[in-house]
T-cell receptor
Framework: GNSVTQMEGPVTLSEEAFLTINCTYT??????LFWYVQYPGEGLQLLLK?????DKGSNKGFEATYRKETTSFHLEKGSVQVSDSAVYFC??????????????FGTGTLLAVQP | KAGVTQTPRYLIKTRGQQVTLSCSPI?????VSWYQQTPGQGLQFLFE???????NKGNFPGRFSGRQFSNSRSEMNVSTLELGDSALYLC?????????????FGEGSRLTVL
């Protein structure tokens, strides 16, 4: 079946450190991949996405590359800020180009950035 | 532009009761999805509606039901509540029912079952 596995948190970093949050997936076909972020007290919001192999999604300094050969979609940022502290969710849509917005989410990774 | 609005934000119920949660999507959005978020299971898809029709359903028992109205507002209902139904219920909307994967989430309704 379809599933997403992401690294357990919490991840604690100092400001300006390099961030990597690992995400791997299992899916049939060619899923689209997403990173969502949940800031404290807020709903989830889309951070970036990639819809086919080798695509790179990027937003707000965050990047992730769709790697089909390793079934991975790791999230990276070169220099984190305190304001990046949040829970990050990796997700996939099991249907590419289909008529559904059902997403399969990973368990989430809490990132805490210290000044 | 107003975001997705969910009501109530917090509620406490006892086992055996039922609950109805409401979701108002972003204006112009016609697709609404519901997710359950718990510490143990994470985010799990409940159902998706578009133009008042259920388009997809997750693996939840029949106690969980939903509907969508002609103005795109949606409600979900949980009957015969169990302790394990305690969770944050998130509603998300998307524009025009097209697949983009970009869901706009509300802040959720936090249900506690005692």
């Amino acid at each position: 079946g379809n599933s997403v596995t992401q690294m357990e948190g919490p991840v604690t970093l100092s400001e300006e450190a390099f961030l990597t949050i690992n995400c791997t997936y299992t899916a049939t076909g060619y899923p689209s991949l997403f990173w969502y972020v949940q800031y404290p007290g807020e709903g989830l919001q889309l951070l970036l996405k990639a819809t086919k192999a080798d695509d790179k999604g990027s937003n707000k300094g965050f990047e992730a590359t769709y790697r089909k050969e390793t079934t991975s979609f790791h999230l990276e940022k070169g220099s984190v800020q305190v304001s990046d502290s949040a829970v990050y969710f990796c997700a996939l849509s099991p249907t590419y180009g289909g008529a559904t917005n059902k997403l399969i989410f990973g368990t989430g990774t809490l990132l805490a950035v210290q000044p | 532009k107003a975001g997705v609005t969910q009501t109530p934000r917090y509620l406490i119920k006892t086992r055996g009761q039922q609950v109805t949660l409401s979701c108002s999507p972003i204006s112009g959005h016609r697709s609404v999805s519901w997710y359950q978020q718990t510490p143990g299971q994470g985010l799990q898809f409940l159902f998706e509606y578009f133009s008042e029709t259920q388009r997809n359903k997750g693996n939840f028992p029949g106690r969980f039901s939903g509907r969508q109205f002609s103005n795109s507002r949606s409600e979900m209902n949980v009957s015969t509540l169990e302790l394990g139904d305690s969770a944050l219920y998130l509603c998300a909307s998307t524009a025009r029912g097209q697949f983009t994967g970009e869901l706009f989430f509300g802040e959720g309704s936090r249900l506690t079952v005692l």
